[in-house]
C-alpha cells in the first residue's frame, strides 16, 4: 500500500478540535440557527469554565474569553471552515464543513462533556494519525523503527524507500518520547518492547471514535469496532 493512500481532511480541522474551548464555542453554535454576537459567546463559555466564581472574577474572566476568541478561536476555526465571522457585527455562525463525513466528526466532537478530550487531543497531531493508519495496515505488531519510516512517508507524501535516515530517525524520537505514550494513555495502541500494535480496543466513546476512523480513513474493526453506518448525535 502506497505512502498516501489514507488521505486526512487538513491539519487546522483537527486543530480547531482539539482545543476545548473551540469545542464548546462549536457547541454553543449547535445550540442556534442565527448569528450570534462573540461577546455573547464569550459570556456563555466563561460561564461554563467557572459556573461559581464571584462577579469580578468572573467578568476578568469573560474579558479574557473573549479576548482570545477574537484574536485566536475565531480565526482558527474560520480557517478550520468552521464556522463564518461578520467582522463588520462582530458575530459568528456555524458553517457546515467539506464532506458529511467531516461534519459528523465535528458533531460527535462538540457534542460530549469533556469526554472527548483526550481523544482529540490525542489524534490532533498528523503523527498520531499516520501511526493509527500505518499499523492498521498490519496484521502484525510493528517495530518501532519500521513504524518510523511509514510514518515519515505519511506524513510527508514520499515513499518509505525515499525518506532519509535523519528524518526517519527525527520520526523515531519523536515517537518513543511524544507520540506512542500519548496514543497508549488513550488506549490505542499498545507497545511491546520495541514492537508496536494497535490496541484492538475502541475508546469509551465508540460513536465519536468510528467518526475519527471515517475521517481519517482507518477500518473501525481494526479497534473491535463494526462497520455501522456512522450518523451524528440527534440523528
Not at 494519525?129 to 510493528?142: G, I
Not at 488513550?186 to 475508546?203: F, I, K, N
Amino acid at each position: 500500500m502506497s505512502a498516501n493512500s489514507h488521505v486526512s481532511p487538513p491539519q487546522t480541522i483537527f486543530d480547531a478540535l482539539a482545543n476545548g474551548r473551540r469545542r464548546a464555542l462549536l457547541s454553543l453554535l449547535r445550540e442556534v440557527d442565527e448569528p450570534i454576537h462573540v461577546s455573547r459567546l464569550a459570556t456563555a463559555i466563561a460561564c461554563r469554565e467557572a459556573p461559581t466564581a464571584p462577579d469580578d472574577a468572573l467578568d476578568a474572566r469573560i474579558e479574557e474569553v473573549l479576548t482570545s476568541l477574537r484574536h485566536v478561536h475565531v480565526p482558527r476555526l474560520r480557517e478550520a471552515g468552521l464556522l463564518a465571522y461578520d467582522r463588520r457585527r462582530d458575530t459568528v455562525r456555524r458553517r457546515s464543513t467539506r464532506s458529511r463525513t467531516e461534519d459528523r466528526l465535528v458533531a460527535h466532537a462538540t457534542a460530549g462533556d469533556g469526554r472527548h478530550d483526550a481523544l482529540l487531543d490525542a489524534i490532533a497531531h498528523p503523527r498520531r494519525r499516520a501511526v493509527l493508519s500505518a499499523l492498521a495496515d498490519r496484521t502484525d505488531p510493528l517495530p518501532r523503527a519500521d513504524l518510523a519510516a511509514l510514518v515519515a512517508a505519511r506524513t510527508s507524501g514520499r515513499d518509505p524507500d525515499a525518506v532519509a535516515p535523519a528524518d526517519r530517525e527525527a520520526v523515531l524520537v519523536s515517537l518513543h518520547h511524544v507520540h506512542l505514550p500519548k496514543l497508549s494513555e488513550v488506549g490505542l495502541v499498545a507497545v511491546d518492547g520495541d514492537r508496536v500494535r494497535l490496541s484492538g480496543e475502541a475508546p469509551v466513546d465508540a460513536a465519536c471514535f468510528r467518526a475519527v476512523c471515517e475521517v481519517i480513513g482507518v477500518d473501525p474493526a481494526a479497534f473491535g469496532l463494526g462497520r455501522d453506518v456512522v450518523s451524528a448525535p440527534g440523528n
